[in-house]
């Protein structure tokens, strides 16, 4: 045990530190979101990602020859604590980052490394993650959209759902059935998918939140060059299998820089906002819960760089990932829901502090949907974790 | 950096591991419960062999050393055997001496397990804040002389010193007493978790000589904030121990006991029961270690990791130790079942050293202000 860091992680964050305080954007992402439109504020992100890229901090962890840093998981880990503690925007292209690119760096083509990483990292190439369809939600392997070899192309027909970020991405990560007489887990392929092929139809869906984060997704006809597949032809369902244990490991570390902020800026409204006559941080409920959104943000920091550090050790992320998984999206729905009850009556408004924390309460309740249900995260974590029998 | 234990900290854990395994299998906490003290004293001695009385002491206050990460590794083992005895109490006293005065005459026998101890800090009014002390000490001369009752009191049956803290003019006082000494009446009080015995020290006019004033005001205040973070620590760790114990058990029953023809496990509302319970478990085991390392490491932060680390780990034991009854039902509910040891002994180490509640308030002080 030694959380203390040693002398090149030490140079490591001082070196960072400096960086921040030359590289930060004037104005808050915070700001930025709530004032701008949609398109200025992926643009702002965007901008943010190229100067990573460019300060050679987009892919800590990730292989120098593909625009990576090279440095270990305790510095990828340093490097998330820095990041919240600058009050630094948030990553764009979370897919690309936390799930696409980590699968091709493990079962990629020497080609498909060199073609596609680069491009993650600098925040030129939006990823989408193309695997859940009406029919196969929790169920994924039971998916049918088809892709049919044709000479060197593989032909794909049918639908998916849900695709975050499909609107805007410029590839797509995308599951497929190749055989259909195989088993279900079986005759799945990955295909790395340009999403400006013709017989692509993107339809957005508005979320409760009220903004279009995800989509449906169409496919017709739509012709993928065999080089693209990832992985083995068949051997999807274990591709699919990696790229999300790096979802689930990747996803929460990135967000603690946002719940880190939301909760320093709740604590503002409740010193600013009165109850029955004195600062609602001084309500004695609201100060207990308060203090508990404290504490469970500090232990999820705490166990993502206890499974950074573990992920030192054995290099790929385990199962264990849905641990973490489960914690951040169970900790985000409580923690917004105890903002909305700090606000009080002004909760009621949505366009209360810009619309901020009605958006969060809102759109915190897809996180236990997204990535993986609660429930689903809980059978993985019997099963395949603590190795109950399986039930299905 | 390295957020794991290290090798020598995972030989420690594997002795400890042995230790108890061998000689504090559940027969014996079953049959220490019963008596009066919980005291073994051949069980007392192998551990006070081992130095881990004063692990985390000093070398020169007769300690072996080490930090308080150690001490989190043996207390987390104690916890899973639900090892009875003065640890806590005897633990608490010498760390308070030692931040009291490192060269007192005490320090030796307590570290070697000639003799034991306990902190007398809390009023029948139950409050583990030390700003509530009220039980008043009378200058008199250099020394002091006090009256007036203590409650919740840890192994004070078996102590040989009693280090009571009391109110006096310039602050807190903290007073070395025999537990002989004249004046001193110590009863029983029964507890919820017998494997560590509480009880009621009345002071009739007991008289402290000057040497026996260990620390007043400031410095009193100072050492005795500091022993309560470290037996706060290792209270977090003997919950984690137990939750170890609680959760492996649950699951080897689940994967065996049979009902509609199948593993009760391959049912998912105890599939789920037990996934929270390993989520609860490895946070608990994170929030504990990094207490345990900041405290030796960064002193500075000390309080608000401590806090911290109490307000999960006492809600996170108490929701595990329930799981584990639910998922064995009716045997899990049976005075036979060893769980009913691990059961008390969790809920008991959530309200020592204050509950939840109390460190969130403390952390609302440490982190909200400004
Ligand atoms: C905001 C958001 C963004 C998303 N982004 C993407 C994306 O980018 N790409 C993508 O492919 N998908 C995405 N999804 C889809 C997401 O992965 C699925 O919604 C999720 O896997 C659940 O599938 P489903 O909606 O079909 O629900 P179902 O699987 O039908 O589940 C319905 C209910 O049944 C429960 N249930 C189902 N099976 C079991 C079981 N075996 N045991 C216990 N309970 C069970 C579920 O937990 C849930 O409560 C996104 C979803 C949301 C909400």
Known sequence: MDLGLTKSELEFRDELRAWLKANLPKKSSQAVKTAESAAAYHQYLKDWQRKLYEGGYAGVAWPKEYGGRGATFIEQAIFQEELALADAPERMGTIGQGLVGPTIITVGTDEQKKRYLRGILSGDEVWCQGFSEPNAGSDLASLETKGIRDGDDFVVNGQKIWTSYAHIADLCLLVVRTDTNAPKHKGLTCLLVDMKSPGITVRPLKMMSGDSGFNEMFFSNVRVPANRVLGQVNDGWNVAITALSNERANLGSGLYVVFKRNLEAVLDHARKLRRHGKPVVEDPVLRQKLAQCYVDLEVFRLNTTRALSNLTKTGIPGPEGSIQKLYWSELNQRNAEIAMEVLGSHALLSNFDSGRWVYNYLRSRGNTIEAGTSEVQRNIIAQRVLGLPRSY | ?370
């Open chain 2, 1 to 370: 950096m390295e957020f794991d234990l290290s090798k020598p900290q995972r030989l420690l854990q594997k002795s400890a591991r042995e230790l108890f395994a061998r000689a504090c299998p559940a027969k014996r906490v079953r049959e220490l419960m019963a008596t009066d003290t919980a005291l073994h004293p051949e069980l007392w001695s192998a551990v006070a062999e081992q130095g881990w009385l004063g692990i985390h002491l000093a070398e020169s206050c007769s300690g072996l050393g080490l930090g308080t990460v150690e001490l989190a590794v043996v207390a987390e083992e104690m916890g899973r055997a639900c090892f009875p005895g003065p640890f806590l109490g005897t633990v608490w006293a010498a760390t308070l001496i030692a931040e009291a005065n490192a060269r007192s005459k005490h320090l030796e026998a307590l570290a070697t397990g000639e003799s034991k101890a306990t902190v007398a800090l809390v009023e029948p009014e139950a409050s583990w804040d030390p700003a509530d002390v009220q039980l008043r000490g009378t200058k008199v001369g250099n020394g002091f002389k006090v009256s007036g009752r203590k409650s919740f009191v840890l192994d004070a049956g078996v102590a040989d010193l009693i280090v009571c803290v009391a109110r006096a003019d310039d602050g807190l006082a903290l007073l070395a007493i025999g537990a002989k000494a004249p004046g001193v009446t110590i009863t029983a009080t029964p507890g919820l978790d017998q494997t560590r015995k509480l009880y009621d020290v009345n002071f009739e006019g007991v008289t402290i000589g000057a040497e026996d004033v260990l620390a007043v005001g400031d410095a009193a205040r100072a050492a005795l904030e500091r022993s309560m973070q470290v037996i706060t620590l290792a209270v977090c760790a003997d919950m984690l121990g137990g939750m170890q114990w609680i959760i492996e058990d649950a699951v080897e029953y689940a994967k065996t006991r049979q009902q509609f023809g199948k593993a009760i496990g391959s049912f998912q509302a105890v599939q789920h029961m037990c996934a929270d319970m390993l989520l609860w478990t490895e946070s608990s085991r994170s929030a504990t270690y990094f207490a345990a390392w900041a405290l030796t490491a960064e002193p500075a932060s000390a309080a608000r990791v401590v806090s911290t680390a109490k307000v999960y780990v006492s809600d996170a034991s108490r929701e595990v130790a329930n799981r584990g009854v639910q998922v064995h039902g009716g045997i899990g509910f049976t005075w036979e079942h060893d769980l009913q040891l691990f059961y008390k002994r969790s809920k008991a180490s959530e309200i020592l050293f204050g509950d939840a509640a109390y460190h969130r308030a403390q952390l609302a002080d440490l982190v909200f202000s400004g």
